[in-house]
């Protein structure tokens, strides 16, 4: 059972534009949800993450948008560079179960110069 | 700070061998997760080890284990290689307290 679904797979932004990936999840007891960047060939950066209790947490060009009451996550890329081109993977984890990730299917991101 | 690392990068079996990764966690943490990305199938979660024990593993067969050590690295073993285990196998590691997980660079696993 996918437990958290994430949209769209696949993403292209022109230079200087706004992407925004959205989450979906089923288990209202999650209570951390990160957000991680993957480029070819490397392991998953953590990027910017929240919780429950917070609907809105902005770090420079990134910010997660959170809706508690919807079960629903997103991820904005502001002024979206080039260099933004990855997959983007959203999470969930429960923190009295060992803060196990569970993932969205990723979203690979492509910013046209 | 050195981050997770993972050895080897990669890895190239025969059908039927086992396999052995090893993971060495962020300085200070306790907790090492494995996870397995597959192409086409996103990120699965394999084990969860801390303090060194085995607190919870998805839903993968039995050849599939691992251990952690008392100095908290890790090993993951995959027994009776398939085809379909080819993949890029995840290590992360967090500490204490913190919900934070940092991930390794993985290593690429490829049976032929």
């Known amino acids: 059972q996918q437990q958290v679904k994430q949209s769209p797979q696949s993403l292209i932004v022109q230079k200087g534009g706004i992407s925004i990936i959205n989450c979906a999840y089923e288990?209202?007891?999650?209570?951390?949800f990160p957000w991680y960047q993957q480029f070819p060939g490397k392991g998953p950066a953590l990027l910017i993450a929240?919780?429950?209790?917070?609907s809105e947490k902005k770090e420079g060009r990134f910010t997660i948008s959170f809706n508690k009451s919807a079960k629903q996550f997103s991820l904005h890329i502001m002024d979206s560079q080039p260099g933004d081109s990855a997959t983007y993977f959203c999470?969930?984890?429960?923190?009295?179960?060992?803060?196990?990730?569970?993932f969205g299917g990723g979203t690979r991101l492509m910013v046209k110069p | 700070e050195a981050g997770v690392t993972q050895s080897p990068t990669h890895l190239i079996k025969t059908r039927g061998q086992q396999a052995t990764l090893r993971c060495s966690p962020i300085?200070?943490?306790?907790?090492v997760y494995w996870y397995q990305q597959a192409l086409g199938l996103g990120l699965q979660f394999l084990l969860w080890?801390?303090?060194?024990?085995?607190?919870n593993r998805g839903n993968f067969p039995p050849r599939f284990s691992g251990r952690q050590f008392p100095n908290y690295s890790s090993e993951l073993n995959v027994n009776a290689l398939e085809l379909e285990d080819s993949a890029l196998y995840l290590c992360?590691?967090?500490?204490?307290?913190?919900?934070?997980?940092?991930f390794g660079q993985g290593t690429r696993l490829t049976v032929v």
């Open positions: 992360a590691s967090r500490g204490k307290g913190s919900a934070w997980a940092f």
């Open positions: 288990n209202t007891a999650f209570d951390y």
């Open positions: 929240i919780r429950p209790d917070v």
């Open positions: 999470a969930a984890s429960l923190n009295n179960a060992g803060n196990m990730l569970t």
């Open positions: 300085s200070g943490h306790t907790s």
């Open positions: 080890y801390d303090e060194g024990e085995e607190r």
